[in-house]
C-alpha cells in the first residue's frame, strides 16, 4: 500500500507540474509510467480480492462438513 500511496504522490507532483509547463516530455512519460504502475497495483489488488471472495465460496464451513456417528 505504501507503493501505491507514493505513486499517487508522484501523479499528483506531475500533474502539477505539466500545469504550469504542459511542453515538459520528461513528467509527460513519468506520468504515464506512473499511471501504468497504478493501473497495475489496483488490478492486483482487485484480482486478490476477487480470489480471497471466490475461495471463500469455496470452502465449505466446518459446522456443515462434521459428520455425527451414533452408537
Known sequence: M???E????SKEL???IL???P???TMLEK???VKKRIRLIERRLTDAAEEKKHDKILK???K???KTEYL
Open 19 to 21: 500545469s504550469r509547463d
Open 2 to 4: 505504501k507503493e501505491r
Open 31 to 33: 506520468l504515464e509510467t
Open 60 to 62: 465449505p464451513s466446518n
Open 14 to 16: 506531475c500533474e502539477r
Open 64 to 66: 456443515h462438513s462434521v
Open 6 to 9: 507514493d505513486l499517487l504522490k
Open 23 to 25: 511542453s515538459n516530455k
